[in-house]
């Protein structure tokens, strides 16, 4: 089973990725507009998923069949990726969380603002909140799953989850 968890996250990091990297506009992203440092970050991160975090995936399924979680270098591997992804995780849950409460007091202290204007006149601000929500909890999950095995994988456990 934790095989399969660590091949579908290798895959669903390529996808993910990818479309960070190459879309033209931000897949979760609130407006269809972003400025010029936004479309970076966010291909960036898009390159992280998929050409360094996906690689690291597939080495890490392949010490699953391998048994070999419980090994020093791989619960080395498992406990830099859980932190790098929990930092990016809770930095993206911070920076949507404050944007929204920005947005929210522009609503509220501004309501003639011009970005209120383009935010109605482009559409729906929410449609994209089911998703950035999802993603948070799919990368938390992730993260958290890689620091349970770089603390508690055992050479036991190894070979019973095949």
Excluded: K
């Excluded at 979680?69 to 790098?84: D, T």
């Amino acid at each position: 089973m934790l095989s399969l968890v660590y091949r579908s996250s290798a895959l669903l990091g390529i996808l993910v990725g990818a479309s960070f990297a190459l879309s033209p506009i931000d897949p979760i992203g609130i407006f269809d507009e972003e400025g010029a440092v936004s479309t970076l970050m966010r291909q960036i991160c898009g390159v992280y998923l998929a050409f360094v975090l996906a690689p690291i995936e597939t080495i890490l399924y392949h010490a699953v069949q391998r048994g070999a979680l419980s090994e020093p270098p791989v619960r080395a591997l498992n406990a830099v990726v859980g932190f790098s992804d929990l930092l990016l995780i809770v930095d993206g849950r911070v920076q949507v969380d404050s944007s929204t409460a920005r947005f929210t007091a522009l609503q509220q202290d501004e309501p003639s603002s011009s970005l209120l204007a383009l935010v109605g006149a482009t559409g729906d601000v929410a449609r994209s909140e089911t998703n950035t929500n999802a993603a948070f909890a799919v990368g938390l999950g992730v993260a958290l799953l890689y620091l349970w095995q770089a603390l508690f994988a055992s050479s036991e456990s190894d070979t019973s989850r095949t």
